[in-house]
């Protein structure tokens, strides 16, 4: 199973970004998590199997929506109204369950990571 993330870069505080995850294989679980420098890697939000049951982390309620396409074996993390503290690198993850777990134990492969940088 292999993860690509991509979509990260730089924006202003108050701007949007698209990241997109593509994933081989069967469906999972998927999530998003982020790690800023000097950190522990964080969940933002994951999204079950069949995108019927979504969490998020409550920083980024209301302004982050999970989604995916299962087509084309794609899941999304559209940020909004981004912040300085959203800057991380994030990496997406597959859960061999159901989905969608919270934890990173819970995930058993993972993307390469995207950097997301938000200046103010």
């Known amino acids: 199973v292999q993860l690509q993330a991509s979509g990260g870069g730089l924006v202003q505080a108050g701007e949007s970004l698209r990241l997109s995850c593509v994933v081989s294989?069967?469906?999972?679980?998927m999530g998003w998590f982020r790690q800023a420098p000097g950190k522990e890697r964080e969940f933002v939000a994951a999204?079950?199997?069949?995108?019927?049951?979504?969490r998020y982390a409550d920083p980024v309620k209301g302004r982050f929506t999970i989604s995916r396409d299962n087509a084309k074996n794609t899941v999304y993390l559209q940020m909004n109204s981004l912040k300085p503290e959203d800057t991380a690198v994030y990496f997406c993850?597959?859960?061999?369950?159901?989905?969608?777990?919270?934890?990173?134990?819970?995930?058993?492969?993972w993307g390469q990571g995207t950097l997301v940088t938000v200046s103010s």
């Open positions: 294989g069967r469906t999972f679980g």
């Open positions: 999204i079950s199997w069949s995108g019927g049951t979504i």
């Open positions: 993850a597959a859960d061999r369950g159901l989905g969608p777990a919270r934890t990173t134990y819970e995930y058993d492969y």
